[in-house]
C-alpha cells in the first residue's frame, strides 16, 4: 500500500494469527541526506523575515514524517498541549542521534 508518503507492508504469521504492518517513507533517506548538505554550508538557511530586517524564526530541523512518529512511539511527548513541555521534548529529541540527522544547521 503507498499514499504518496508513506509505503506499507502487511505481514501475516499463520502459526501465531498475527497480522503485523511494516510503515516506511520511501523520502526519508532523502530528505536526511539533504540535511547532512545544509549541515555542510552554513548560511545556506537564511533567518525568516531577513530580508525585510526583522528576524522572527530560524528552520533548525527537517523531520521526516516517519521518524517524528517512531519518535513519539519511543517516549518523546512533542505533541504536548503544553507548548513547553512540547519545546522541551523537541530539543531534548533534537540532542539524540536521530534527532541530530534532522538538524540543518
Given at each position: 500500500m503507498n499514499d504518496g508518503i508513506f509505503?506499507?507492508?502487511f505481514h501475516f504469521q499463520e502459526h501465531t494469527e498475527?497480522?503485523?504492518r511494516k510503515l516506511?517513507?520511501?523520502?526519508?533517506?532523502?530528505?536526511?541526506?539533504?540535511?547532512?548538505?545544509?549541515?555542510?554550508?552554513?548560511?545556506?538557511?537564511?533567518?525568516?523575515?531577513k530580508q525585510s530586517g526583522e528576524s522572527f524564526g530560524r528552520q533548525v530541523a527537517t523531520?521526516?514524517?516517519?521518524?517524528?512518529?517512531?519518535?513519539i512511539r519511543d517516549g518523546y511527548d512533542l505533541l504536548s498541549k503544553?507548548?513547553?513541555?512540547?519545546?522541551?521534548e523537541m530539543n531534548r529529541f533534537l540532542r539524540s542521534?536521530?534527532?541530530?540527522?534532522?538538524?540543518v544547521q
Open positions: 509505503t506499507s507492508e498475527t497480522l503485523t516506511d517513507q520511501p523520502s526519508r533517506d532523502f530528505i536526511l541526506a539533504r540535511n547532512a548538505e545544509l549541515r555542510k554550508n552554513p548560511g545556506v538557511i537564511q533567518d525568516l523575515g523531520i521526516p514524517m516517519i521518524t517524528l512518529y517512531e519518535a503544553d507548548k513547553d513541555v512540547a519545546a522541551r542521534p536521530e534527532g541530530k540527522a534532522c538538524l
